[in-house]
């Protein structure tokens, strides 16, 4: 495939909900950095259309009203065309939905509950790729530390940290909401703690050591 042209990172989105398509389309146009290559409302004519006119990342629903789903799309593009990035979407937060589309060649999985601004960062990251020394959230770059946390609770109490309800927590990570409650049930007993409030603190602490 060719690079992006004039600099801008050229999108096709796959989404059978056209509020849902249109509105995401025009939420990315707005970034100086993005454009949107062409829209479609089901996986049909995919592969004819990416052959016809490429594009740089593909934003791609689970779940197609009509044809081919968005797991086997994602499968079938992700063998002809091995370089292209390709993001899952769903308004699910399944963990095993993610898990799927991760199997079927996905480069990411996106809740459609992410904020607009996490979409961009996401297809962002996808294009630039890791970059040493950046802060996520979803990362090692988390500034919790505690070794009696695990990867995963480290990533839950950051966003504890600034404010974030399970629901927020659960969209950004794209996991459900009874695993982020386990989550943070977890966490403050390892914190020895009995509320939110306390964990921020006891983070504000670790900090200030």
Do not use: C
């Not at 065309?81 to 999985?109: C, H, N, Y």
């Not at 009874?178 to 921020?200: F, I, M």
């Amino acid at each position: 495939m060719e690079g992006p042209r004039r600099g801008r990172v050229r999108i096709g989105i796959v989404d059978d909900h056209p509020v849902f398509r249109l509105g995401l389309a025009s939420a990315l146009e707005r970034q100086h950095d993005l454009e949107i290559t062409w829209e479609l409302s089901s996986a049909v004519n995919l592969e004819a259309l990416l052959q016809k006119t490429p594009v740089d990342v593909l934003l791609i629903d689970v779940y197609l009203g009509t044809g081919k789903d968005g797991i086997a799309a994602t499968r079938d593009v992700r063998a002809k065309w091995p370089e292209l990035k390709i993001a899952a979407m769903s308004a699910s937060m399944d963990t095993q939905l993610s898990i799927t589309s991760k199997r079927a060649g996905a480069s990411v999985f996106l809740p459609k509950a992410l904020p607009v601004s996490d979409m961009v960062g996401a297809i962002r990251r996808l294009v630039e790729g890791p970059r040493k020394g950046r802060s996520d959230l979803r990362g090692s770059g988390s500034r919790v530390k505690d070794p009696r946390l695990s990867p995963r609770q480290r990533q839950v109490l950051e966003h504890i940290r600034v404010g974030r309800t399970n629901k927020e927590i659960a969209a950004r990570l794209g996991v459900s909401v009874a695993t982020v409650n386990k989550h943070v049930h977890e966490v403050l007993s390892v914190l020895g703690v009995r509320n939110r409030t306390q964990a921020a603190a006891a983070l504000a602490s670790e900090e200030d050591d």
